[in-house]
């Protein structure tokens, strides 16, 4: 069996320097949301490079920075209320290796 392991130990660069205090748990659960959202804002950022054969009307740089602000909000919100799930089942996987005491 795997030994238990920490956030701390973890690479500092994974690990946000502004993370939430509080258990390794909680902080398990914080990664895993954000990792949603970005999981969440990649898939959303290749659906709109889809090209269908039509004529942007718009087409500006300003359309596609509004698209990726678009884009990064949903993620955020789809992930905070946990519509998808991803994160509750990232979190459920990767809580195992959690030390009994820290959750």
């Known amino acids: 069996m795997t030994d238990a392991i ?5 690479n500092p660069a994974i690990v946000s320097a502004n993370a939430p205090g ?10 895993a949301r ?3 959202a970005i999981f969440v ?5 290749a659906a709109d490079k889809t090209d269908f ?3 942007d009307v718009f087409g500006s740089s300003g359309e596609e920075t509004f ?3 678009r884009d990064a909000r949903f993620a955020e919100l789809a992930s905070g209320t946990g519509a ?18 820290e959750s």
């Open 6 to 10: 920490t956030l701390s130990q973890a």
């Open 22 to 31: 509080g258990t390794e748990r909680e902080r398990l659960a914080e990664a």
């Open 34 to 36: 954000q990792f949603e």
């Open 41 to 45: 804002r990649q898939m959303l950022a």
């Open 53 to 55: 054969g039509g004529d």
């Open 67 to 69: 698209r990726e602000m």
């Open 84 to 101: 998808l799930g991803l994160a509750a089942t990232i979190e459920a996987q990767l809580a195992r290796f959690v030390g009994p005491g």
